[in-house]
């Protein structure tokens, strides 16, 4: 006999309505209540949607999006845009999406998240992780559904990835730079555990190699994400020997590195050109208006939401090879460098 959300409670040592709450995530539940529940749930192979008899053969036209989204920071605009390519997409087909946000950036609250969603019969999940190995995957996910992975490529699960072309783009920025002359570029990144940031430092690297030029660790600065931390950057970048050029591979740190060089009346292009990373509306009225990478984040949203359908659609295999998509990214070229 399939077991019932009494079954559940007894095992939990909870009450029903703890496990309802839970379920449908309608009221706070401490951590620790909610993992006692999870536990129970997978003990007895408990399926939510079994008391509204609703089966996991059916579909329930919801795909689960988890993205992080920290509070001001400008990456939100960037995630957003991909939600909205995602839920467009899905619309069209008649999928619902339900999002949930990573805001403490915790690895922890990323797997609660997705048992979460486990408890809504999500039909798949699409996630920009913050793990750099989603191996916990094959315990919480199981090969139940599908997975797509957008803006950045862990390792330790099997799902589909789609990205923009960090590695490109960056190789076309600091081509730019040298074309112009420019031999000592400071490059400026957020934490290189993610793929992402380390595909624009090879792309960086790349663009030196092809002119011959050599790689000096002294041009590369890596700090956390904030607008802080951007700010504090550069004045350590120019005491640097020779530096004429500052490329910034993250987009909350373009807006750090901008207010000190506004702030400071350090003349750009003259005296420091600068490439930003991520095309939003006040790098177009900064002195000058600033060169940037723009990302495709809702072609991203969208191509990520046709994948996952089309996993769907054809009927999910586990064990099915994962297919890897880039987006090419544009180089906005301004009066920055």
Known sequence: MRAGIKQVAQLAEVSTATVSHVINNTRFVS???????????????FQPNAVAQSLRSQRSNTIGLIVPMLPSDTSNFFFM???????????????????SNNATEEFEEEIEQIKLFNAKQIDGL??????????????????????????RQPRGYAGDHVLSDGFGASLQAMRLLLDKGHKRIGF???????????????????????????????????????????????????????????????????????????????????DLAVI????????????????????PSFELGEK????????????????????????????VVRDSC
Do not use: C
């Not at 996993?311 to 990214?329: D, H, M, T």
């Open 276 to 295: 930003g990373y991520d095309d939003y509306d006040w790098t177009k009225i900064t002195t000058p208006p600033l060169t940037v990478i723009r990302q």
């Open 31 to 45: 951590l620790e209540t909610k993992e006692k529940v999870f536990r129970a749930m997978e003990e007895l192979d």
């Open 188 to 270: 400026l990144t957020g934490y290189l555990g993610i793929t992402t940031s380390m595909e624009r430092l090879e792309g960086y690297k790349k663009a030196l190699e092809e002119r011959n030029l050599p790689f000096d660790q002294n041009l590369i600065h890596v700090t956390s994400a904030s607008f802080d931390h951007g700010y504090q950057a550069v004045p350590k970048l120019l005491e640097v020997p020779g530096i004429t050029a500052l490329f910034v591979a993250n987009n909350v740190l373009t807006m750090g590195a901008m207010g000190y060089l506004q702030e400071k009346r350090i003349r750009i292009p003259q």
């Open 126 to 151: 699409i996630i920009a992780s913050i793990a750099e190995d989603v191996t916990h995957l094959n315990e919480t996910v199981k090969d139940k559904y599908p997975v797509v992975f957008i803006d």
């Open 304 to 331: 990520a939401a046709e994948v996952m359908l089309s996993r769907i659609e054809k009927g999910f295999v586990n064990g099915e090879e994962p297919q890897s998509y880039r987006l090419p990214a544009e180089l």
């Open 81 to 99: 845009t991909v939600a909205q390519g995602i839920q467009k997409t899905l619309k069209r087909k008649g999928y619902h999406m339900l999002l």
